[in-house]
């Protein structure tokens, strides 16, 4: 039913405008069978309220957003079907244990029978609830709480889920833990969106990153792309074997390079450019006839990017 | 004297087996009935047997069973120590079974439907609302949960009740058919309260109005609760000869009927509210009205025919001023609905000539909510002239005149119905233009026209002296339609200047019809759009096409 070459979720040029406020100005982009998408902003980006329309909790103002090719305005039931999603809230009800929890959203969403039966089953041994069955839900931990709502999201198997900040208040174990429970998921086929602002983890399990700033879409691409977009100054490092003092001439006299340090025969310098630029010059120090036995630059982290394509600006 | 058979053993073997065979059948009946109750629970709404499950472990619920059985327990013990030895003779059953009713009464009219008011408001609350409205769940499904799980509660506390009901039964005064309508009505009337109170639950949904509703409905089942037992008790002790009485179950039938119509608008009110934004929420609300108003006329033409003479015409009277305002307070909702036809609607329009004839009036949107309140008052209005210039002047010769006063009465008031609705959509459509206004401001904004147009008049006239205008119905208070249409209900001759105010309310109508009129073109020339392609193809691959069988053995090859 489901084509592989058709995105899973596909926002497209997706506007919601809240009386003066753009909260979501003109974003879109696509996500795939297998990925694992990560949306970055800064508070009050846009970014759980683009989430809650592909949730069909709310309307765009215009432009559409899709899940496996259905529109979210249009035909809300045929998305709910596919998509799963987890807001930044639990919504847990009094007097309910986890199975219960757990059997009555497996019902909502149509399972009948031992279909039921086995999700319930399955989804519990996946987020390792299996032991809290009759547990009620009022006394469990934030971790464990996140699990429950974890599963409540994948009950019905859906194609697509959408996490909102779903590592918020969980400890470094259970972080973990979801970390690799989504990476299952993408691996089991799912397109999964997912916000957070613990980037090093985001950094970890995402394919594709998108950055959001003031409702507006500023970069979307893997981390490797944006960074290479990102790097136009970084920080090299390279060694040699002799020719110290000569090269520190040459580098002297080389665009784009400054700031050299040499302590014995290790360089430290900063160079403007990005991988193309750092890789001309490694050819051209090698050309020049230097004996080089080590070149590196730091590669910037999604922090760094983060840093660098926002403004820190909130509306 | 042993009792062998040769052939088959002992009898007593004999009775053995016949009593497996007979435990075996029990036992397989037995889980024949468990697998069917079990698939019956498995298809059962889940929000009915999520809130099964929490009402009985919740303390409130528990709470309230265990009172409710302590309350038949002293009532039971206090009445019959006070009733004494008279017991066997007197007919103490009425107090007994009065007694009982408000034990069952005050949960029935205040705790369930309150229960189910504060289930909906709570989901809201709690963010839990969200969660379920993204599921698999219809809105209806939701609404059925809801008003399901609201008559478990119900039936328990019945069931708890039920056995002392019962006991009233033997004691004298009391006959089983006064015991089954008052319960049929205390149930039905319990029904309908947690009805009304999902529907309130799905209107309120920020604070500020669920605290005004919660108010508002506590102190609606609190009346309604000393009405159940004034009306109770007045049933009780003449329960024997008003049962006996025709025109009581007529009364009976006629107040089903607009029971379960606006049972029915309650509901597809509340499915309406929590639907998506982009769904049909207005069409079926038009059946449900239609309906309603198909069943009063039906009522009223009966009521007419059955007694004749004089009530034709109060017949006729009553059904313009009730349809009048109900119509008025229909299109005050109508009209404030979104003129945008979301794609999703417009899949689903009638496609043919005469299916858009027909049914584009019930299409969404404020024009043909004007045209459709217009449009069905119109029809009340033609039909009770009809009636009224068809009644044979009588010989006192006091019909004509009579006659002339309520068509008079149809025709303003069809008038002032159109031209402030009218008037109230198009000052909607202006304010659109500048800010948002949801429905319950578009319902105020017509509120606020009708009152100023009453208002104003009337409060210059009480600043002015009063000498200078001639007493109520004079033409300078034209906008006022209650004190302009007051003289034709009291009197039976029509006032002198009746003529002139028709007039002057006709054209206002008509102009304010319209200037209505473009905008109501606009929203009636939708066309039926086509399905998506991704739409298509899901539907192909859920519903392939059926491929014939052969029809003989032919065909294989």
Redesign the interface.
């Known amino acids: 039913m489901i084509q592989p070459r058709r995105p899973l979720i596909e926002l497209r040029q997706l506007r919601r405008y809240f009386g003066e406020t753009r909260a979501v100005d003109d974003v879109s982009f696509e996500v795939h069978s297998g990925e694992v998408f990560g949306y970055i902003g800064p508070n009050g980006a846009g970014k759980t309220t683009s989430m809650r329309i592909l949730a069909t909790l709310d309307e765009p103002t215009s432009g559409d957003a899709l899940v496996d090719g259905f529109s979210v305005v249009e035909d809300p039931d045929r998305v709910r079907t596919r998509l799963g999603f987890m807001p930044d809230y639990f919504g847990t009800y009094r007097n309910v244990n986890v199975r219960d929890y757990l059997d009555f959203f497996a019902r909502s969403y149509g399972l009948h029978g031992r279909r039921r039966l086995r999700a319930i089953d399955y989804v519990m041994r996946f987020t390792l609830l299996d032991q809290l069955a009759d547990k009620p839900i009022d006394g469990l931990s934030k971790g464990m709480k996140g699990r429950l709502c974890l599963g409540r999201t994948m009950i019905h198997d859906p194609a697509v889920m959408v996490l909102d900040e779903p590592a918020a208040g969980l400890d470094p174990r259970a972080r973990i833990e979801l970390r690799e429970m989504i990476a299952q998921l993408a691996a089991n086929g799912k397109a999964i969106l997912i916000s957070s602002h613990i980037l090093t983890e985001l950094a970890e399990i995402c394919n594709k990153i998108a950055i959001l700033e003031k409702g507006r879409l500023l970069t979307v691409g893997s981390i490797a792309e944006i960074s290479a977009q990102a790097e136009i100054v970084c920080q090299v490092h390279l060694s040699l074997l002799t020719g110290t003092d000569r090269l520190q001439r040459w580098l002297e006299n080389c665009d784009g390079v400054r700031d050299v340090s040499v302590v014995d025969t290790h360089f430290s310098l900063t160079h403007e450019g990005g991988p193309n630029e750092q890789a001309l010059l490694l050819r051209q120090i090698v050309e020049a006839g230097f004996e080089v036995v080590e070149f590196s630059s730091k590669t910037k982290s999604l922090e760094d990017i983060f840093l660098h394509v926002t403004e820190g600006r909130v509306q | 004297m042993s009792p062998t058979d040769p052939r088959t053993g002992t009898r007593d073997s004999v009775s053995q087996s016949y009593l497996t065979a007979s435990l075996l059948a029990l036992w397989l009946t037995w889980r024949k009935i468990e697998r069917q109750l079990e698939r019956i629970a ?2 059962a709404n ?2 009915l ?2 809130e099964t ?2 009402a009985l ?2 303390r409130q619920f528990i709470s309230t069973f265990l009172l409710i059985l302590a309350a038949c327990w002293i009532a039971s013990l206090g009445g019959m120590a006070i009733i004494g030895p008279q017991i066997y003779y007197a007919a103490a059953g009425s107090e007994m079974l009065l007694a009982y009713y408000a034990i069952l009464a005050f949960p029935l009219t205040i705790i369930v439907p309150y229960s189910a008011y504060r289930s909906l408001a709570t989901e809201q609350e ?3 609302y ?9 809105p209806s499904q939701i609404v059925n949960g809801k008003l399901g799980s609201a008559m478990v509660q119900m039936l328990i506390y019945l069931s708890a009740v039920s056995p002392c009901i019962a006991f009233t039964l033997l004691l004298r005064g009391v006959e089983p058919l006064t015991v089954a309508v008052l319960l049929l009505h205390t149930v039905l009337g319990s029904m309908g309260l947690s009805m009304l109170a999902i529907l309130a639950g799905a209107v309120s949904r920020v604070n500020y109005s669920q605290i005004l509703v919660s108010v508002g409905l506590v102190l609606i089942l609190t009346w309604t609760f000393g009405l159940a037992m004034a009306s109770a008790a007045t049933f009780v002790y003449e329960g024997y000869s008003t049962l006996r009485e025709r025109s009581f179950w007529i009364a009976n039938l006629a107040v089903l009927t607009f029971y379960f119509t606006t049972f029915a608008l309650a509901y597809t009110a509340a499915t309406a509210r929590l639907s ?3 769904a049909n929420r207005s069409t079926p609300l038009r059946w449900a009205m239609l309906i309603q108003q198909a069943c009063f006329l039906g009522w009223m033409a009966a009521l007419a025919s059955a007694e004749g003479g004089a009530s034709i015409l109060a017949t006729v009277f009553a059904s313009g001023f009730i349809l009048g305002i109900y119509w008025y307070l229909m299109g005050t909702l109508l009209t404030g609905e979104w003129p945008h036809l ?3 609607v417009q899949r689903t329009l009638p496609q043919s000539t005469l299916g858009r004839m027909l049914f584009t009036w019930f299409n969404p949107g404020a024009g043909t909510g004007y045209l459709f309140s217009v449009a069905n008052l119109t029809a009340v209005v033609a039909a009770g002239l009809i009636v009224l210039f068809s009644i044979k002047p009588s010989a006192a010769a006091r019909w004509p005149v009579f006659n002339e006063s309520a068509a008079y009465f149809l025709v303003i008031g069809w008038g002032y119905v159109v031209a402030f609705l009218g008037l109230g959509r198009l000052l909607i459509n202006i304010t659109r233009r500048f800010t948002y206004l949801p429905l319950a401001g578009c319902f105020l904004l017509h509120l606020v026209l009708l009152m100023m147009a009453s208002g104003l008049p009337l409060a210059a006239r009480l600043m002015v002296s009063r000498r200078q205008f001639s007493s109520t119905g004079s033409v300078l208070e034209i906008t006022n339609p209650f004190l302009t249409l007051e003289p034709y209900t009291s009197s039976s001759a029509a006032p002198t200047n009746a003529p002139l105010t028709t007039i002057m309310v006709l054209t206002a109508a008509l102009v304010v019809l319209l200037l209505n009129l473009r905008s109501v073109v606009r929203e009636l020339q939708h066309h039926r759009i086509a399905l ?1 392609e ?2 298509v ?2 539907e192909a ?1 859920l519903h392939p096409p059926q491929i014939p069988a052969p029809s003989n053995p032919w065909e294989h090859q």
């Open positions: 498995d298809r889940p929000i047997v999520k499950r929490q472990k919740s709690e963010n839990t969200e969660l379920l409205s993204i599921t698999a769940l219809s998506f934004a982009s979301s794609q999703r998506p991704r739409v193809e899901e691959a």
